[in-house]
């Protein structure tokens, strides 16, 4: 007992703050469980993040091409190639140049030039590439079916060329991306050249837009 009938207060406590130390342990425990279930949705949602922002990258190199086509009044293709099993992608834009729009044969003759010079996508790579996840067989954009040919995440008839003519329209095709979880497409739509950015939910089974 010490002078003037006062106790002392027990050592757990923290003077002037309000709370125990026990108290204190308490909160902080909780706040770093917390923490801890919160990790695994954030990196799921920078992964889906790396995976849309390649898309969106596929999404603008189209986009540039049939405005080129557009503004120059001349056919303007797009050519994917890849090295490494779809990992990553060389891409370069060619030019018709004898009216019958851009082909592969034309390509390898020389009869259609290279516009520039090949480039890479700076978002494909870091776990992002072209494909579609193996545990999935994702339903079709229309809801009735599932997606064919699993195998071929750039389809743009037989090739892996997008092409753009004068007036904007395109030859119609989609391209595949995937961190080998989540999944997004590039469409491109051919009486109107319009490019879309759609999304697969895989708890939904369906494809979302953007």
Same mark, same amino acid.
């Given at each position: ?7 002392? +207060? ?29 990790? @695994? +949705? ?33 056919? &303007? ?13 060389? =891409? ?20 259609? @030039?290279?516009?520039?010079? @090949? ?10 590439? =072209? ?22 995440? &750039?389809? =743009?008839?037989?090739? *892996? ?13 989609? &391209?595949?991306?995937? *961190?080998?979880?989540?999944? =997004? ?26």
């Amino acid at each position: 007992m010490e002078a003037g009938g006062g106790s002392r +207060p027990p050592p757990w406590h923290a003077p002037g703050s309000g709370f125990t130390l026990l108290e204190l342990l308490v909160a902080t425990t909780i706040l770093a469980l917390l923490a801890t279930l919160a990790v @695994p +949705p954030l990196r799921q949602q920078i992964a889906q993040h790396r995976v849309r922002l390649a898309a969106g990258e596929v999404a603008s190199t189209l986009w540039a091409a049939r405005s080129s086509a557009v503004r120059y009044g001349v056919a &303007v293709a797009i050519r994917f190639e890849f090295e490494d099993s779809y990992a990553e992608p060389v =891409f370069s834009l060619y030019a018709d140049g004898d009216g019958d729009g851009v082909r592969t044969a034309d390509l390898n003759s020389g009869t259609d @030039p290279r516009i520039g010079r @090949p480039a890479r996508l700076l978002h494909v790579g870091s776990g992002v590439r =072209f494909g579609i996840p193996d545990d999935l067989e994702p339903a079709e954009f229309t809801g009735s079916g599932r997606l064919d040919r699993l195998d071929d995440p &750039v389809r =743009f008839g037989r090739s *892996d060329l997008a092409s753009f003519s004068p007036a904007g329209t395109a030859s119609p095709g989609t &391209v595949f991306l995937t *961190d080998g979880y989540h999944l =997004f497409a590039v469409r491109v739509y051919s009486r109107t050249g319009k490019i879309q950015v759609l999304r697969y939910v895989r708890d939904r089974d369906l494809w979302k837009g953007t």
